[in-house]
């Protein structure tokens, strides 16, 4: 029997735009725009004619915004959202606030350019909008060319010999699709002199500084976006910038980061791969492996090389994942010593690093 189409309803006031997601999407075997619509009102109307399976969203749209009929969607009937929308500085926290609301994940266009970008980001947008096809949406609560699949080797330097000893442990946090969410809840947790953290999150660029300092507003440990040589120390989580690697190093007994362009690693940059196969190469036994929800596998293979240099390594549980892809890929290859539910994991952290 074959599988479903996931059926997609694109909602944007710019035509060009329209026709030109429909036509990526489309392009999609496993993919269905069932329909397409200018504003909210008539998506309502869409909507009611036949219920999508995931629904791109601009935020920008006359007569009502995005962000007010995705609450009302989120609110009253909860369907994957992906935003699809204009990003600069200033909109960054508008964005924030859709992932808030529920928005499962984000495709951040520029004001000019939009349809050439869509284009170019062809293979991306269509991953994206399966993996929220997967996703379980909770309601909202009153308060073209496949890229080629690089491993992380391409990103990484060769291995060093032995450093100075060092005891200080690091924790490395790799998440993807409804992983904003779930790194709020996990870094909310933990208390000032929690071990220094590594995260990659999937994310557009210039939107992972708003984010980091969203989290640095609700923590009681500092978080920043990453920047080459900062230091990585107790009570500080560093995030990587959208669009560039992030990589673990070590000089004697100070652990830092660097930032790196270089090629997509398991389509992503940044790569869950490469932090965590350089989280095993500088930080070995000292190191913490956590792998939270998302779509694909990314992360996978770096946990096991985690684990392997006897790293302990957690996966988040089937139950509290809004996609459990990552995570259970990584447990398909054996690189799991522990599977916990999302609110059990800041607990387990701390008990294995004092």
């Known amino acids: 029997m074959a599988k479903a189409k996931v059926r997609v309803l694109i909602v944007d006031d710019s035509a060009v735009v329209r026709q030109t997601l429909r036509d990526i999407l489309s392009s999609d075997p496993e993919i269905e725009v069932i329909a397409t619509a200018g504003d909210p009102f008539v998506a309502a ?9 995931v629904i791109t969203l601009d935020i920008e749209m006359p007569r009502m915004d995005g962000l007010t009929f995705l609450k009302k969607i989120m609110s009253q009937h909860p369907i994957p959202v992906v935003i699809c929308s204009s990003l600069a500085e200033e909109g960054s926290q508008s964005l924030l606030r859709a992932l808030d609301y529920g928005a499962v994940d984000i495709v951040a266009k ?7 970008f869509l284009e170019d980001s062809r293979t991306t947008i269509c991953d994206i909008v399966k993996a929220a096809a997967a996703a379980r949406p909770r309601a909202l609560t009153p308060s073209h060319t496949v890229e080629p699949k690089l491993n992380a080797d391409c990103i990484l330097s060769p291995a060093t010999r032995a450093m100075v000893e060092t005891t200080e442990k690091v ?3 790799g998440a993807s699709t409804g992983g904003t969410e779930a790194l709020k809840t996990l870094l909310e947790t933990l208390p000032a002199d929690a071990p220094g953290i590594v995260i990659v999150q999937h994310m557009p660029e210039l939107f992972t500084r708003a984010f980091a300092n969203r989290l640095d507003s609700l923590c009681d440990i500092s978080v920043k976006e990453a920047e080459t040589n900062d230091t990585v120390i107790r009570g500080r989580a560093l995030i990587a910038p959208g669009n560039h690697h992030l990589l673990l190093k070590r000089s004697g007994a100070r652990y830092y980061v660097e930032i790196k362009e270089g090629p997509l690693v398991c389509r992503h940059r940044p790569s869950v791969d490469v932090l965590f196969r350089s989280a095993a190469r500088y930080a070995g036994q000292n190191a913490l492996g956590v792998i939270l929800t998302g779509m694909g596998d990314d992360g996978a293979r770096g946990m096991l090389e985690m684990r392997q240099a006897g790293a302990v390594t957690v996966a988040q549980d089937e139950s509290t994942c809004v996609v459990f892809g990552m995570p259970k890929e990584a447990i398909k290859l054996n690189g799991v010593d522990k599977v916990l539910p999302l609110t059990s994991i800041a607990g387990y952290i701390l008990s294995q690093t004092r």
Do not use: F, Y
């Not at 109307?45 to 399976?53: G, S, Y």
């Not at 520029?110 to 050439?116: A, I, M, V």
């Open 45 to 53: 109307d869409r909507i009611a004619e036949q219920i999508p399976d």
């Open 110 to 116: 520029p004001r000019l350019g939009t349809k050439q």
């Open 171 to 173: 924790v490395a946090i």
